[in-house]
T-cell receptor
Framework: QKEVEQNSGPLSVPEGAIASLNCTYSDRGSQSFFWYRQYSGKSPELIMFIYSNGDKEDGRFTAQLNKASQYVSLLIRDSQPSDSATYLCAVDYGQNFVFGPGTRLSVLP | SQTIHQWPATLVQPVGSPLSLECTVEGTSNPNLYWYRQAAGRGLQLLFYSVGIGQISSEVPQNLSASRPQDRQFILSSKKLLLSDSGFYLC?????????????FGPGTRLTVL
């Protein structure tokens, strides 16, 4: 069974700190990996995707992929209270995505 | 640019009543379409996906069904709702081609079954 695991949190960080969110997946054949942000009561919105080993940066966000260890992470630099949300990791298994349960992030002013 | 719509935004229905949720996409052709359900405090569960008109795949056996009568229209239905059908229903679309097939979500429908 194809699984995606995340620490449910909550993860609390002070404003201005780096938030680190982690995700592990079970299928080595996975090619593409996605991070979504979901505010309470709202639908998920795409932050970024990554498909090559290493780092990918987009503004304050950096996705890191390590296919050998089967994990993908999201770093948020200079965290702001507006970053407080649930972060969903998704793995593209070819036909469909499998989503992790999400990590709730709380950025404290 | 592409836009995805869902309606209604919220719905309160009694147990045993029928259900029809609609999703439409603008600005793209022949998208892949998806229905997900998110129970309170839970992750996203894929219910159905469609790669074309009339082509529906079901991921989870349940009392729900889906149809795609037009290229950019996806409908989720039930003949008789159960209490366990309560949740946040999300429609998503993707291009269905290329190496990275990103999914984009609609605003969702919050369903409460009483």
């Amino acid at each position: 069974q194809k699984e995606v695991e995340q620490n449910s949190g909550p993860l609390s960080v002070p404003e201005g700190a780096i938030a680190s969110l982690n995700c592990t997946y079970s299928d080595r054949g996975s090619q593409s990996f996605f991070w979504y942000r979901q505010y309470s009561g709202k639908s998920p919105e795409l932050i970024m995707f990554i498909y090559s080993n290493g780092d990918k940066e987009d503004g304050r966000f950096t996705a890191q992929l390590n296919k050998a260890s089967q994990y993908v992470s999201l770093l948020i630099r200079d965290s702001q209270p507006s970053d407080s949300a649930t972060y969903l990791c998704a793995v593209d298994y070819g036909q469909n995505f499998v989503f992790g349960p999400g990590t709730r992030l709380s950025v404290l002013p | 640019s592409q836009t995805i719509h869902q309606w209604p935004a919220t719905l309160v229905q009694p147990v045993g009543s029928p259900l029809s949720l609609e999703c439409t996409v603008e600005g793209t052709s022949n998208p892949n379409l998806y229905w997900y359900r998110q129970a309170a405090g839970r992750g996203l569960q894929l219910l159905f996906y469609s790669v074309g008109i009339g082509q529906i795949s079901s991921e989870v056996p349940q009392n729900l069904s889906a149809s795609r009568p037009q290229d950019r229209q996806f409908i989720l239905s039930s003949k008789k709702l159960l209490l366990s059908d309560s949740g946040f229903y999300l429609c998503a679309w993707s291009e269905g081609r290329g190496n990275t097939d990103t999914q984009y979500f609609g605003p969702g429908t919050r369903l409460t079954v009483l």
